[in-house]
């Protein structure tokens, strides 16, 4: 890394900020923003709605596709296209390609798309080269590998290298951290009692490390594991990752009011 | 239908399997699978490239499995075995009655063979007056229990080591009654000691076959207790019987093979037993059955060829996918409702009994993606059971509710400024309601998430809002 000139310098990158970060915790949003522009990314955040996938994996192909063409071209311009979610980027990096695989045109312009879509810790480490965050956190916390990043997208070290050089703050190791914690999107509202059956597995594991803080990489996931540990009654603090990481903590953890 | 089906009622089964103590203790205790695959993987680095191999195989074969089945064919028919093609579950039941009645056989003792579940044949033979005798422990547990298996290599995985006494003591009614049955090894030879005296006095030996090679004729299999071998060389006529797609060109193609079965099926290098039979007993063999036959079954295969389920003919049927299925490991295998569980289960029920049957369970699936990363085909099952949603979607056969919801939803995402209106409005009243506490215990239309876990609150008011508020910029 060239002293003085960030690694991101120069780099226009589109925040593809995700339906639920969008929806219920734009401090995520902020958050990856922070970390974006420390690393000397100009970032912008052309007008979105979803990635498409809840009617990519229900069957729906036709509206799937008509998602997807609107956010290709809402990012067209942008040099890397970054969410903070393994399963958004997967469907951006790993499933576009796929899902116009029967059309060569779109196909074409799918696979340059995809070519350049991150997970933002990914982005952070893997393209960027950053090996640490100028952060502080005060606590023990523990980590659960989302599904789609971890297996779509090979995020595994990236995650816990970054935490480590955050001031204040313990990793201790989730296990079965690979397991996947029963959200699945739609499932968890269709196979609700087959997802919190799941889930309560890995609130569990959660439990047994001690650990005060829950972080992970996908909103849904921590949604649903947040959900379930304040319904059992446990007293975790659960965020995303890139929160701690670009140390923007003074909002109330997943799940918790403003009142507490 | 051969098997009683349960697939359609799905989710009553994942309630009952849930809520059902003896199981739940079972599936918790139940073997390690998963840790002993990741030592047996971790001691061969070549693995990766294996399963590679193991792909280009069973693609090759399936590219060109009419000229490999002539070929197998022709082999078998030289060593002197006859070869039956069933093109459906009824049509191989009628094959096996009949070679029954030619030889009037009353008594058939089987190795453990997942076709002849699928085939329903204990029930035809039991039909017909023939008894039929397990002689998998786990399968000879489950026969005693009346069940089906709940694991495509594990069959009796959900029962528990006090289940199994209680069901031998209530069998086995000549044995003294304060036998100690309390530790797995006298329960083992309890069952080896009633099934020694089945065996030599069976009239057919039945087995199923993990490969089927067209190059020698034989077909193998591969098992842990020995007895599969002497349920095929010591009665007087041998059936095996197999699905098409076990067909592989040849011996040194399975030797590839066999190196991804065991371990990713047990986590052993080899199976205990890897059994190979070619035909009758010849002039000079000092054992071995009278009479080969082989029954090799469609029941919808070839039709899965040329569509985009031809993956799954790769199979070979280890039941790693089971194993690191969290749904699988949630409500075990008959939750599942037919043959198959887990996520091969998935993808394949539907291609043989039906979507409409079939469709709860390419449905019934977080897309975790944990059944391909260990698949050691490299199957890729999400895809293939989002496939499944797909046909569904066609035909509109899910829930009313489900597709009305998906279509209210993709009328927003489809209009990106009506969306960022409605959402920066709803998330700003749901922030205050909810806000206070954090949470909802209790939301609209959200009962299947808020019945079993509260749902985290929106901070109010969308980022796209607060991001254009606060940076004045539209870009």
Known sequence: MSQGSPPGAGLRVGLFVTC????????????????????????????????????????????????????MRAFAGCDYIVAPSGSCGGMLAKHYPELFADEPDASREAVAFAAKCREIVSFLTDTLG??????????????????????????????????????????????????????????????????????????????????????????????????????????????????????????????????? | MSVALTTPRFKDNVHEALHDARLQRAMNTAGNFVPRRAA????????????????????HTLAHLDLYLEAYEQRVTQAGGKVHYARDSEEARAIFLDLCKARGAKRVTKGKSMISEEIGLNHALEAAGIEAIETDLGEYIIQLRNEGPSHIIAPAIHVTRDDIEADFRKAHLHLPRDRDLSQPETLLSEAREILRQKFLSADIGVTGANFLIAETGASVIVTNEGNGDLTQILPKVHVVIASLEKITPTLDDVAQLLRVLARSATGQDMSVYTTLSTGPRRAGDPDGPEEYHVILLDNGRSSMLAGEFSDMLRCIRCGACMNHCPVYQAVGGHA?????????????????????????????????????????????????????????????????????????????????????????????????IGGGRGRFAWAPLAGGWTRYRDLPAPQGGTFQARWRAKSGAVN
């Open chain 1, 20 to 71: 639920l970060v969008d929806l219920m915790r734009p401090s995520v949003g902020f958050a990856a923003v922070k970390l974006l522009e420390d690393a000397g990314c100009k970032v912008v955040v052309p007008a979105q709605t979803c990635c498409g996938q809840p009617a990519y994996n229900s069957g729906d192909r036709a509206d799937a596709k008509a998602i997807a063409r609107q956010t």
């Open chain 1, 130 to 260: 950053v090996e640490r965050v100028k952060a502080r956190y005060e606590g023990v916390a523990t980590y659960h590998d989302s599904c789609s990043g971890l297996r779509e997208l090979g995020i595994r070290a990236q995650p816990r290298k970054l935490l480590e050089s955050v001031d204040g703050l313990r990793l201790v190791e989730l296990e079965d951290s690979d397991v996947c914690c029963g959200f699945g999107g739609t499932f968890a509202v269709k196979y609700g009692e087959l997802s919190g059956a799941i889930v309560a597995k890995k609130t569990d594991r959660i439990a047994a490390t001690g650990a005060d803080t829950l972080l992970a990489g996908d909103l849904g996931c921590l949604m649903n594991m947040a959900g379930k540990l304040s319904r059992e009654g446990r007293q975790i603090r659960v965020r995303h990752v890139i929160e701690v990481l670009a140390g923007m903590t003074d909002d109330p953890p997943i799940g918790e009011g403003a009142a507490k």
């Open chain 2, 40 to 59: 047996a993987i971790e001691r061969l680095p070549e693995f990766e490239a294996l399963r590679d191999s193991a792909r280009d195989i069973k693609n």
């Open chain 2, 336 to 432: 599942y409702g037919w043959v198959y569980p887990g996520p091969m289960g998935a993808v394949l029920t539907p291609s043989l009994i039906g979507v409409k049957d079939g469709g709860q369970l390419p449905n019934a699936s977080t897309f975790c993606g944990r059944c391909e990363s260990v698949c050691p085909m490299k199957i890729p099952l999400p895809k293939m059971m989002r496939h499944w949603r797909e046909r569904e979607f066609e035909r509109h056969l899910e829930p009313t509710p489900v597709r009305y919801g998906l279509g209210l939803w993709a009328f927003f995402a489809t209009r990106p400024a009506l969306y960022r209106f409605a959402t920066n409005v709803a998330t700003r009243a749901m922030a205050l």
